[in-house]
């Protein structure tokens, strides 16, 4: 029966579309409060008191303040440097820092009782640029405002560019991005004696888990992390989570009950991790030929005021630095740098849209430069099977340069001639983008987290899929029935997965780094093909019939369960000290191709086409994997021409939907994604990840496309009609 390859309906998809699905707001328990933070006002600050308005009731309001924590005021992550709740005495290094925390029978007394809280507090002076934290005016973090910095090499720089005929120069800039999840950031708390219950939404249980054992000190089983159903992440929901975790079970903690922490939008859009603002400074050297010679990139995200996961976005940054192309010489170096903004951290691409911004529009001008076709340049410097990366990687198979570029060119062919002709005010371009993201953690990641799952007979016959790999919209229910469905020869029907909750489900890993499918879909398969060898080894010793599941279920003693533990290929090696080796298990590749036309009167840009061509490797679920390049697509045709998150004196100041804008259905293009399938060994059934990459490459070629219509360079983003005017008017950012 072929469960792999064809797409049946989500199993989650009815209970989403008619409401019976309960996402955390939805969940109500018998005596729960409501708690609401109280945050800082101001980016940097030290706070002397936290003052109560003694005209106001406190008789039903819950206080939480740093004072009420007992063991460790941190919230454990890669780097413990953010404090639960800022102490008094202590630093506010960002606005809307949580300060304090109350509670209360009802929204409406919980808001009420959170504005009568006052913070008494004495300024110190911030910082909010790249350029500022470089220059160390004010010393945020250690001795140079340096979070992290990583630094690549390959060849020597300094013979490329003796070498190269031409060399160009450029610098790129790309600003902060709001996941907008359609569910804002939510849990439920609550405490039985020293163990501590949690439901949220979330995209890992496990960090949440970490982060909770750390606050408290408590052990492994004492601690219960259960994911509700959840309204999308998309990186926004990795590591935030662990601090609004935190804040709803120190609540819960003091008030003895229940407590219920849901944000509001407008507190969500303010005080959760966006995607990293950059400045990347890219030298590029290269023959009159086309012929790539060398290429050096200085790339700085802005971290914000805490450490988050800004040291793994920079180093997805930095390796993704070089593209999809061949070049005898590089060198790479990336920085976090601190800030007073809240902290940036994950979201879709994890810093390789960044950099990816800034070599494609390199590569754009280096072919006009030479006067070669962009197709015909990219195609000219492409990795091919058997050449080796900036990181010294050899590419020993699934290399779908030319796959993916053969099926967008093929696409653009049968379109013809174009029907739309320019009017006075209208100008069209056509832009190019191409691109690789790697699957799964890097380096020697998978080989640390060891990720596990587990398959288990039901007393009904039917195969439990447990796993802590979250299902956060993107399907991963579906796809883990069909894999596990497959291997054990068996109907999907008879696939159930398991709400992920850490007293139920081993540690996979967490859901990201384009992980899901490739790498906790893998241990999925081989556990269900280890647990139906068990049934029929089980049905032949006990003389049972194999096929009847019920029966094997039913006479076994215990349940029948399989677990296995992910192992990387064999030959990955990985150096973190010089930071060479094989940086991924194994990339995928994509081709974009935007064709754009703007208004020369008010520069207002419309996009009347858009052909993505992406390498999965083997798409499990098609309809599935092509609503993930969709989805992916708009998301950073979004951040290239609409999403905007605007700061001052630290602040968002568009905090909601009706200001911080993003495509709708009436600004998404005609969109046309094309699977491209070039296996990969290791994946089940040949499957790559495809979560991330759709959001490298499209904002590259609508730059790329504007440049094109109007002939100025684009190397800002996002494109909005105000940046457009400033940059034909000759202005600098």
């Known amino acids: 029966m072929p469960q792999v390859g064809t797409s049946p309906p989500r199993v989650d998809g009815l209970a989403k579309v008619t409401g019976a699905a ?35 009731d406190w008789s039903q309001v819950t206080v939480v303040t740093a004072a009420d924590l007992t063991g ?70 250690g001795e140079d405002n340096v979070f992290k910095r990583f630094e690549i090499n390959k060849g020597d720089i300094a013979v490329g560019f003796a070498e190269a005929e031409i060399v160009i120069e450029g610098t790129y800039r790309t ?93 969500d859009v303010a005080a959760t991790t966006k995607r990293h603002p950059s400045r990347t400074i890219h030298r590029l050297g290269f023959m009159k030929d086309g012929t790539l010679l060398a290429a050096e990139v200085d790339v700085v995200i802005d971290a914000g005021a805490y450490a988050t996961l800004s040291e793994v976005v920079l180093s997805r940054a930095v390796l993704h630095a070089g593209g999809p192309y061949k070049i005898p010489h590089v060198k790479i170096v990336g920085r976090a740098v601190a800030t007073n903004h809240p902290p940036h951290g994950a979201f879709r691409g994890f810093g390789a849209p960044q950099t990816t911004f800034a070599y494609e529009r390199q590569i754009a001008k280096a072919a006009q430069a030479v006067g070669q076709d962009p197709f015909v340049f990219r195609r000219h410097n492409m990795y091919h099977l058997g050449d080796v990366t ?50 799964g953690f890097t380096g020697s990641g998978e080989e ?80 269900a093909a280890q647990l139906m060898e068990q049934v029929q080894a089980y049905a032949k010793a006990n003389d049972l019939d194999p096929s009847d599941r019920v029966a094997v279920a039913a006479h076994s003693p215990s349940e029948l369960q399989a677990t296995v533990t992910y192992r990387p290929p064999p030959g990955i090696v990985w150096d973190d000290q010089t930071y060479s080796g094989d940086a991924y298990p194994v990339f995928g590749w994509a081709c974009c191709v935007v064709d754009v036309a703007v208004d020369t009167d008010t520069l207002e840009v419309t996009i009347e086409r858009c052909v993505h061509a992406v390498d999965v490797g083997k798409a499990i679920n098609p309809r599935i994997v092509q609503g993930q390049i969709e989805g992916g697509t708009l998301q950073a045709l979004g951040w290239a021409l609409w999403e905007s998150v605007l700061y001052e004196n630290g602040r968002v100041l568009n905090q909601r939907m009706t200001n911080s804008i993003i495509p709708t259905s009436i600004e998404a293009p005609e969109l046309e994604a094309i699977l491209v399938e070039v296996p990969y060994s290791h994946g089940p059934h040949g499957a790559k990840g495809v979560g991330e990459i759709p959001m490298d490459g499209p904002a590259a070629a609508v730059a790329n496309a504007i440049e094109q219509a109007l002939g100025i360079a684009t190397d800002e983003l996002p494109l909005l009609p105000e940046t457009l005017d400033r940059l034909t008017r000759g202005g600098g950012k």
């Not at 779908?400 to 174009?418: F, H, I, M, R, S």
């Open 175 to 267: 600003g902060a991005q709001e996941q907008m999840y359609i569910e804002p950031q939510g849990v439920i708390a609550s405490w039985e004696g020293e163990t501590v219950r949690l439901i949220g939404s979330i995209q890992c249980p496990y960090y949440v888990h970490k982060a909770l054992k750390a606050l408290y000190v408590l052990a492994d089983e004492q601690v219960i992390v259960t994911q509700a159903v959840t309204g999308g992440g998309f990186g926004g929901k990795e590591e935030y989570p662990s601090m609004i975790s935190a804040h709803a079970t120190l609540l819960a903690r003091k008030a003895g009950q229940t407590v219920k922490l849901v944000y509001e939008r407008d507190e």
């Open 72 to 141: 460790p005021n941190v919230i454990a992550l890669i780097v413990d440097d953010q404090p639960a709740l800022v102490p008094v005495g202590g630093t506010i290094r960002h606005v809307d820092e949580a300060v304090a925390l109350v509670a209360a029978p009802s929204k409406p007394l919980a808001e009420e009782a959170r504005k009568h809280v006052r913070l008494v507090t004495s300024p110190l002076e911030p910082v909010f640029s790249i350029e500022d934290a470089l220059e160390a005016k004010v010393l945020l973090h």
């Open 448 to 527: 640390r987290l060891k990720g596990q799952a587990t398959l288990a007979l039901l007393d009904d016959g039917r195969f439990c899929v447990r796993s802590s790999s979250t299902d956060i919209g993107q399907g991963a229910q579906t796809t883990f029935g069909q894999i596990a469905a497959a291997a054990a020869g068996i109907s999907p029907d008879q696939i159930v997965v398991a709400q992920p909750s850490t007293d139920n489900v081993p540690d996979s890993g967490p859901t990201v780094a384009s992980r899901t499918c490739m790498v906790v879909g893998h241990v999925v398969g081989q556990a």
């Open 390 to 439: 900036a990181t010294g990687q050899v590419l020993r198979e699934s290399v779908a340069t030319e796959e993916v570029l053969d099926a967008v060119e093929a696409a653009l062919a049968k379109e013809g001639p174009n029907p739309r002709a320019e009017g006075d005010s209208l100008k069209r371009g056509r832009g190019v983008a191409f691109y690789n993201h790697g699957a």
């Open 22 to 56: 309960l996402y955390v707001d939805d969940i109500q328990p018998p005596g729960v409060l409501f708690g609401r933070t109280v945050r800082s006002t101001v980016p940097y600050a030290r706070l002397d008191a936290i003052e109560l308005d003694p005209d106001f």
